[in-house]
């Protein structure tokens, strides 16, 4: 590895996404002791809703990181991005591991009957998309140029 590599930044994300997620959904638990909001309709269809999603979401995410791992990449937005990453899940969703945590949100307030947990999602991504998100595509253009450009028009950012 060159100098140049090794000093090389990543993204200037300066807040670990997930814990985004963790705060929103420990908010949501906190919402609903102070004010329940439960799922409406059946209990078991919105159990077997929130853990189908969750399933989705967990795939999604285990489907980055090992294309992460087979590229030997870091999955840490701050860590350096020596190739774009394309393939797999990459190929509809230019966030996948964003998007697996904000369906991993919204089956966890399904499954455990807490609709705050899973409304507060939108605000979960939200902030992620500022935190994270706008600083990486703007490292990855600055770094790909034209590759990324080009990636981005083809993928949309979350669906």
């Not at 997930?18 to 269809?45: D, E, K, M, Q, T």
């Not at 020596?82 to 697996?100: H, Q």
Request: glycine residues 8%; hydrophobic residues 50%.
């Amino acid at each position: 590895m060159s100098q140049a590599e090794s000093d090389e930044r990543g993204a200037k994300v300066r807040f670990p996404p997930p814990l985004v997620y963790v705060a929103f959904i420990l908010v949501g638990a906190a919402l609903a002791y102070a004010a329940p909001l439960p799922v409406p309709g059946p209990r078991y269809l919105s159990v077997a809703a929130g853990v189908i999603i969750v399933l989705g979401g967990v795939l999604l995410i285990a489907d980055a990181l090992k294309l992460f791992r087979h590229t030997g990449q870091d999955p840490a937005p701050w860590k350096p991005s020596p190739e774009l990453v394309l393939g797999g899940s990459y190929r509809f969703t230019r966030n996948p591991m964003y998007l697996g945590l904000t369906c991993i949100q919204v089956g966890l307030g399904l499954a455990l009957n807490n609709l705050w947990v899973s409304l507060l999602s939108a605000f979960s991504l939200l902030a992620v998309h500022f935190i994270a998100v706008v600083p990486e595509e703007r490292y990855l253009a600055e770094k790909f140029g034209d590759s990324y450009r080009a990636y981005r028009i083809k993928v949309r950012r979350y669906l």
